[in-house]
Nanobody
Framework: VQLQACGGGLVQAGGSLRLSCAAS????????MGWFRQAPGQERTFIAT???????VYADSVKGRFTISRDNAKKTVYLQMNSLKSEDTAVYYC????????????????????WGQGTQVTVSS
């Protein structure tokens, strides 16, 4: 599976962006999908994930502001980001985790098998 993330950019605080991550290859529906981010000098951290059966988990820092969704027909996962803050500035990565149907959402980066190249999100205050 190859992942291509896009949709990042520069936005003012309080604004919105929608990230997309398109997957190539087969069997997208068999993957749980996640979003992580990495700010300069910091570790990569979990943001949101959606499992094969649509269950979602969010980091506390984005809960209520970000929404993850997936379109299996388009082989794409989305991250809608609202009420953006300067601390949301980071490179955002999408990732895919090959799962059995009943697998719970995965929040640890080590559980993911494939990663996209990252897209920069900059929020100006």
């Amino acid at each position: 599976v190859q992942l291509q993330a896009c949709g990042g950019g520069l936005v003012q605080a309080g604004g919105s962006l929608r990230l997309s991550c398109a997957a190539s290859g087969h069997s997208f529906s068999r993957y749980g999908m996640g979003w992580f981010r990495q700010a300069p000098g910091q570790e990569r951290t979990f943001i949101a994930t959606i499992s094969r059966n649509g269950n979602t988990v969010y980091a506390d820092s984005v809960k209520g502001r970000f929404t993850i969704s997936r379109d299996n027909a388009k082989k794409t996962v989305y991250l809608q980001m609202n009420s953006l803050k300067s601390e949301d500035t980071a490179v955002y990565y999408c990732a895919a985790d090959h799962q059995i149907l009943t697998a719970p959402p995965q929040t640890k980066a080590d559980n993911y098998d494939y990663w996209g190249q990252g897209t920069q999100v900059t929020v100006s205050s």
